[in-house]
């Protein structure tokens, strides 16, 4: 079969698989294999069986279970907890103090998960209840979690930078810092948001009485400072050169299990239960790869990334508009696909268009996380919408979408402030490593 033909085929195949709701590697390690079946069928075992163990055994990924584990015991030890009633206590005196301080807790447990669908579950299942207890409106503080979660995978530790790092071979230590200053400017810009919003509409989030906040005592919860400290001491030690990112994912997981024990919130049984469910996360993640690496195989059989990247030569676009013809892409894809999954998907297609044509992939790598953020958010399918929905069942769809828009409109200024000025998202690293 022809190599164009083959190539529309097992796409299709692969949305109609999604489209009945197979698991998503799954879905790509079926389409893959067949399609590979249909070009070179003598090679369909040796690239399931090769790229099963190149995933499995690559140590960079070991990175994921490590961060994925060190967000489960802040979770499990109440720190994340500890976290919110901090920054609401920070907060308090603010219009639309609540929803600010949802952001600023969402961001502060991404730099420990690196997983935004982790960020909204947690902070929505603390900050949901306190926030109907003052009267906020419904949409205001659902479209704030669902959104402040989205920061877990841009602020590092990212499992998204390090997955787009391993694609593209790029220092995922450059990553991180790249992914610093943006995250932390989009979280300021959330801010931004639920205070304009609570000052146009004051009914919408109503001021609590600071005696009456969490907190209300004045000493910010020991919990905040144990998460700030493993925050500081992981990407510190990046900055710093005192270890490697994937050192730094072993210390910070150690550290927060340290913590744990010497907050005495952490059973036997509680540490089994929290390491398997660790290990049944990483299992989707590494399947969702597998799948994803054996149809990227099956793409390069068909010859598809070299024949698009020809015909864009031939246009003759400019690298800033294939830029934004991607990101376009790629909020789309993010409103039903995994983010792991349309990374491994699309970036060996995209990767040799835009390095011949001299776009920075750290840059771009922000770029393409942040639009992957407002995927998570976007109507119909965005997935944080739905975490939401899971810990909110009373708040209608319609409500949570309503209540994304204005954060939605936040992270696209934040792409435009990036393509302005990329040197946010550079200047770090080449401070770093020059």
């Known amino acids: 079969m022809e190599g164009s033909a083959a190539a529309l085929l097992g796409v299709v195949a692969l949305f109609v698989l999604l489209l009945i709701r197979v698991p998503v590697g799954l879905s790509m390690l079926i389409a893959g294999a067949a399609g590979i079946a249909l070009i070179r069928p003598q090679a369909v075992l040796a690239v399931i069986a090769g790229e099963t163990f ?16 060190m967000g489960s015991l802040t979770v499990a030890s109440g720190m994340s ?4 009633l901090a920054a609401n206590l920070w907060l308090a005196r603010i219009r639309g103090g609540l929803a600010a301080a949802s952001i600023v807790a969402c961001a502060g447990f991404s730099a420990l998960s690196g997983s935004s669908l982790a960020a909204a579950l947690t902070m929505g299942r603390v900050a949901l209840p306190e926030m109907r207890r003052f009267n906020y409106d419904k949409s205001l503080a659902a479209g704030a979690v669902a959104a402040g979660g989205t920061l877990g995978i841009l602020i590092p530790p990212s499992a998204g930078l390090v997955l787009y790092g391993i694609l593209t071979e790029q220092s995922i230590g450059r990553l991180f810092m790249a992914g610093l200053l943006p995250g932390i400017l989009l979280a300021a810009l959330f801010v931004l948001t639920v205070v304009i919003i609570a000052t146009l509409h004051p009914e919408r989030a109503p001021r ?3 005696e009456h906040a969490p907190g209300k005592r004045g000493r910010t919860p020991a919990g905040a400072y144990w998460i700030l400290g493993l925050a500081v001491v992981t990407l510190g030690g990046i900055y710093a050169g005192v270890f490697s990112a994937m050192e730094a994912a072993g210390v910070g997981a150690f550290l927060a299990l340290l913590a744990a024990l ?20 990483c299992g989707t993640v590494f399947l969702i790869l597998i799948g994803a690496y054996v149809f990227k195989v099956f793409l ?15 246009q003759g676009w400019s690298g800033p508009q294939v830029v934004a013809l991607v990101l376009a892409m790629f909020i789309v894809l993010g409103t039903f696909l995994d983010g792991f999954a349309i990374l491994v998907l699309t ?20 770029m393409i996380v942040i639009t992957l953020e407002m995927g998570l958010i976007s109507p119909p399918v965005g997935l944080n919408t739905f975490v939401v929905k899971v810990v909110a069942p009373d708040v209608p769809m319609g ?9 939605w409109f936040a992270m696209l200024a934040m792409l435009v402030l990036l ?5 946010i998202a550079t200047f770090l690293p080449q401070a770093m490593f020059g």
């Open 262 to 281: 010497a907050r005495r919130s952490l059973t036997r049984d509680a540490l089994g239960e929290l390491v398997l469910s660790t290990l049944r996360a």
């Open 54 to 69: 190149a995933v499995s055994s690559r140590t960079a990924l070991t990175i994921i279970p490590l961060f994925m584990l």
């Open 208 to 210: 609590g009485e600071p």
């Open 81 to 84: 907890r500890d976290l919110y």
């Open 399 to 407: 409500a949570i979408f309503r209540g994304i828009i204005p954060f």
């Open 300 to 314: 390069g059989f068909t010859g598809t990334p070299f024949a698009m990247a020809r015909w864009v030569g031939d």
């Open 347 to 366: 970036i060996p297609l995209v990767q040799p268009i835009l390095t011949s044509l001299g776009v920075d992939m750290i840059w771009f790598g922000v």
């Open 419 to 423: 393509a302005l000025a990329p040197g």
